[in-house]
């Protein structure tokens, strides 16, 4: 498996790493994820599986820990209600360089970004 000289696990102070505890809490997050939510008002994991269920949050297909150059690209947030984030979130936390990331979720059933 290659691996990544510039990614190492993130740092946890709790639920998020220091940059993403930084980044959440600003204005421009925010706005972006409002934004994202009330363009796509219906979870992605639930539509794949003909369940219609409001987005609760503005998920970072690929995790801001490991891509942090993603963190306010509107094409890289999908809509998850709580309950598929909570689920996808599980999955990152074992997750600790982007090949990693990339052969668990690259065809995952729920998470891929296939159709």
């Known amino acids: 498996m290659p691996t990544y000289k510039n990614i190492t ?11 993403d505890d930084k980044m959440y809490t600003k204005k421009r997050w925010k ?3 409002k934004l994202h939510k ?3 008002p219906v979870c992605y994991v639930c539509a794949k599986l003909d369940i219609t269920k409001t987005t609760d949050v503005s998920d970072h297909h690929l995790p801001v820990r ?3 150059g993603k963190a306010h690209d509107m094409s890289n947030l999908k809509p998850m ?3 598929h984030h ?3 979130s ?3 936390r074992n997750i600790f360089n982007r090949a990693q ?4 979720f690259a065809d995952h059933e729920l998470f891929s970004d296939n159709d």
Request: a positive charge; glycine letters at 4%; proline letters at 3%.
């Open 86 to 88: 909570n689920q996808k």
């Open 90 to 92: 599980a999955i990152e």
């Open 38 to 40: 009330k363009i796509n």
């Open 81 to 83: 209600c709580h309950s």
């Open 66 to 68: 490991l891509w942090s």
């Open 9 to 19: 696990p993130a740092k946890t102070t709790g639920r998020f790493s220091k940059f």
């Open 31 to 33: 706005e972006l994820s």
């Open 101 to 104: 990331w990339m052969q668990v």
